[in-house]
């Protein structure tokens, strides 16, 4: 407080107070050199909640003057040990006079990619202090947004995807809590068909949302955002470091991922992403949904050769809407299971308009593609070994061109789809013969006993990882408000001998109309 008052004598003195008065109160946090004995995190708290209060307060144009001796603020801020005073400096270089949202056309004039301040913004997407930065939670979006919609404006998405993975892993290398810049992140990466550069991001699992504080219970601790035992719960309504997320904002994440992972081939994490899509609960089966279940046949089939069932959480009237919306789709899995080659092909020529209506003709030819890799797959479970000529014969469009037979075949092996091996014959014009290996332990596919221990090693990580995520969400259900409202009446209820038909004594684990999406997301996809 001592440090606003001097600040505002000195602002009646002058109509800005100079650099040189402002600067010194800048740089004194964090204080330098280290204290010996770190400083509490409520102290902590308590000097950067003042730091806040000051660069609030302080006008913009006293953030872009010149310093004494000449340069700029930017240049003597270190966006590693200053992240607050640089990331507002930042902000007020774009804004210029206006201290709230700008205009388009000013925005990219004041911020090119060619522009120093572009070079200056990735500085601070690199290296901002993950713990300063849980202080500036609007200002952090406000960039990211900014970031966004210059890439857009100079048709370049693509200059925008490492900054803002940057800032999303800066900001929880767990990436285990699902925030609007993911969602933002992940469109972008569609955009710029940067598929190979999102996986950093995709592939830490979500299993988190930010918390509403206005809906947490009295007993629920509060931690200061500066506290390192916060880990993802300083991602809260609080904070501000998320934007506030609908159903459709969960929703569309998980179709971004899965798209972005069918682009790289991924189909098995593209798959699961596809499940959490489809079986997420609801009043009502969103569009969005309904294009997921389109993309999960298809990527099922290019994955397991088959139709899949519907996972067993899926609700009985999502489950009658896909199979009443999504005919086309099922008829193909059908098809393909059936092992017929030339109606398979007719049933896509038929089908061709829903195809490219839906944006999924593409998948669809792979997975006329993969019905021949299927059907030499599955010759393995009748025969231990074929010519290449029966090979030929039984998949192949040209049923006596064996030698393209067995180009196909050693490329199924080379790429680890066919666990085989070929013996070629000392007569050349002998066909090749097929063998399939017997069992996962041979063949070219067998896994050497160190493998299959750092696979289990790496299996085991992950399920304590999944246990503490899913105690710590656990805990923090059972502190929320309705939770406790819940259990409660379920408690008098269960005193009584009956529940009195109160829908809420199930638990307060069922989402209700909050997860229904009417509008149709996937237009812009």
Same mark, same amino acid.
């Given at each position: 407080?001592k440090?606003?008052?001097?600040?505002?004598?000195a602002?009646?003195a002058?109509?800005?107070?100079?650099m040189?008065?402002?600067?010194?109160?800048?740089?004194?946090?964090p204080?330098l050199?280290?204290?010996?004995t @770190?400083?509490?995190?409520?102290e902590? &708290?308590?000097q950067?909640?003042?730091?806040?209060q000051?660069l609030?307060?302080?006008?913009?144009?006293?953030?872009?003057k010149?310093?004494?001796?000449?340069?700029?603020?930017?240049?003597i801020l270190? @966006?590693?040990?200053n992240?607050?005073?640089?990331l507002?400096?930042?902000?007020a270089?774009i804004?210029?006079?206006?201290?709230?949202?700008?205009a388009? @056309?000013?925005l990219?004039?004041?911020?090119?990619?060619?522009g120093s301040?572009?070079?200056?913004m990735?500085e601070? *997407?690199?290296?901002?202090d993950?713990i300063q930065?849980r202080y500036?939670?609007?200002?952090?979006?406000?960039?990211?947004?900014?970031?966004?919609?210059?890439?857009?404006a !100079?048709? $370049?998405p693509?200059?925008?995807?490492a900054p803002i993975?940057?800032?999303?892993?800066r900001?929880?290398? /767990?990436?285990?809590?699902?925030t609007?810049?993911?969602?933002?992140?992940?469109?972008l990466?569609l955009?710029?068909h940067?598929?190979?550069?999102a996986?950093?991001v995709?592939d830490k &699992?979500?299993?988190?949302?930010?918390?509403?504080?206005d809906?947490?219970s009295f007993?629920?601790p509060?931690r200061l955002?500066? /506290?390192h035992?916060a880990r993802f719960?300083f991602?809260n309504?609080s904070?501000a470091l998320?934007?506030q997320?609908?159903?459709?904002?969960?929703?569309l994440y998980?179709v971004?991922?899965a798209?972005?992972?069918m682009?790289?081939k991924?189909?098995?994490?593209?798959l699961?992403?596809?499940?959490i899509?489809?079986m997420s609960p609801?009043?009502?089966?969103s569009?969005?949904?309904?294009e997921?279940?389109?993309?999960w046949?298809?990527?099922?089939?290019?994955?397991?050769?088959?139709p899949?069932t519907?996972p067993g959480?899926?609700? !009985?009237q999502?489950t009658r809407?896909?199979?009443?919306l999504?005919k086309?789709y099922?008829n193909?899995?059908d098809?393909?299971?059936l092992? $017929?080659?030339?109606?398979?092909?007719?049933?896509f020529e038929?089908?061709?308009?829903i195809w490219?209506?839906d944006?999924?003709?593409?998948?669809?030819?792979q997975?006329?593609?993969? !019905?021949?890799?299927?059907?030499i797959?599955?010759?393995g479970?009748t025969?231990?070994a074929?010519t290449?000529?029966?090979?030929?014969?039984?998949?192949? @469009?040209g049923?006596? &061109?064996?030698?393209e037979?067995?180009n196909?075949?050693?490329?199924?092996?080379?790429s680890?789809?066919?666990?085989?091996?070929?013996?070629?014959?000392?007569?050349?014009?002998k066909?090749?013969?097929?063998r399939?290996?017997?069992?996962s332990?041979?063949g070219?596919q067998?896994?050497?006993e160190q493998?299959q221990?750092?696979?289990?090693?790496?299996?085991?990580?992950r399920?304590?990882?999944?246990?503490?995520?899913?105690?710590?969400?656990? *805990?923090?259900m059972a502190?929320?408000?309705?939770?406790i409202?819940?259990?409660?009446?379920?408690?008098?209820?269960?005193d009584?001998?009956s $529940?009195?038909?109160d829908?809420n004594?199930?638990?307060?684990m069922t989402?209700? &109309?909050?997860?229904?999406?009417?509008e149709d *997301?996937?237009?812009?996809?």
């Amino acid at each position: 407080m001592k440090l606003l008052a001097s600040l505002r004598r000195a602002s009646a003195a002058q109509k800005t107070p100079p650099m040189d008065d402002l600067l010194p109160h800048l740089l004194a946090f964090p204080p330098l050199p280290a204290p010996s004995t @770190p400083l509490s995190d409520a102290e902590y &708290d308590k000097q950067i909640q003042s730091l806040v209060q000051l660069l609030e307060q302080t006008p913009t144009i006293n953030l872009t003057k010149g310093v004494s001796g000449g340069g700029d603020l930017l240049d003597i801020l270190n @966006p590693s040990i200053n992240t607050l005073p640089y990331l507002h400096t930042i902000l007020a270089h774009i804004r210029g006079k206006e201290r709230g949202v700008l205009a388009y @056309p000013a925005l990219c004039k004041a911020f090119p990619p060619s522009g120093s301040l572009w070079a200056k913004m990735l500085e601070f *997407m690199e290296h901002f202090d993950p713990i300063q930065i849980r202080y500036a939670g609007p200002e952090l979006r406000c960039l990211i947004e900014y970031v966004a919609i210059v890439a857009r404006a !100079f048709k $370049n998405p693509l200059i925008a995807v490492a900054p803002i993975r940057s800032a999303i892993l800066r900001l929880d290398p /767990s990436g285990s809590c699902l925030t609007s810049t993911h969602i933002l992140f992940a469109k972008l990466c569609l955009e710029a068909h940067a598929f190979v550069d999102a996986l950093p991001v995709l592939d830490k &699992d979500i299993y988190h949302v930010p918390q509403d504080m206005d809906k947490a219970s009295f007993n629920t601790p509060q931690r200061l955002l500066c /506290s390192h035992g916060a880990r993802f719960s300083f991602i809260n309504s609080s904070s501000a470091l998320s934007d506030q997320l609908t159903s459709q904002s969960y929703l569309l994440y998980f179709v971004y991922g899965a798209m972005l992972y069918m682009a790289t081939k991924n189909w098995e994490r593209g798959l699961r992403l596809l499940e959490i899509v489809i079986m997420s609960p609801g009043s009502a089966t969103s569009k969005i949904q309904v294009e997921a279940y389109k993309k999960w046949v298809l990527v099922g089939l290019l994955l397991h050769g088959g139709p899949l069932t519907l996972p067993g959480t899926t609700s !009985f009237q999502a489950t009658r809407n896909y199979k009443a919306l999504c005919k086309a789709y099922d008829n193909i899995a059908d098809v393909f299971k059936l092992g $017929n080659v030339d109606r398979l092909r007719a049933e896509f020529e038929a089908g061709q308009r829903i195809w490219q209506g839906d944006g999924n003709t593409g998948l669809l030819l792979q997975v006329l593609d993969a !019905f021949r890799r299927f059907a030499i797959v599955k010759l393995g479970n009748t025969f231990a070994a074929l010519t290449m000529a029966d090979v030929a014969l039984r998949t192949s @469009p040209g049923p006596k &061109d064996w030698v393209e037979t067995e180009n196909y075949v050693t490329s199924l092996i080379n790429s680890g789809h066919l666990n085989a091996t070929v013996t070629r014959s000392q007569d050349l014009a002998k066909p090749s013969i097929l063998r399939f290996a017997a069992s996962s332990t041979e063949g070219p596919q067998a896994r050497s006993e160190q493998k299959q221990l750092d696979d289990l090693a790496t299996q085991a990580e992950r399920i304590q990882n999944l246990d503490y995520h899913v105690k710590e969400a656990g *805990m923090r259900m059972a502190l929320t408000k309705e939770y406790i409202d819940s259990a409660r009446k379920s408690q008098k209820s269960k005193d009584s001998g009956s $529940n009195g038909g109160d829908p809420n004594s199930l638990g307060p684990m069922t989402m209700g &109309d909050e997860f229904a999406v009417d509008e149709d *997301m996937m237009a812009g996809l």
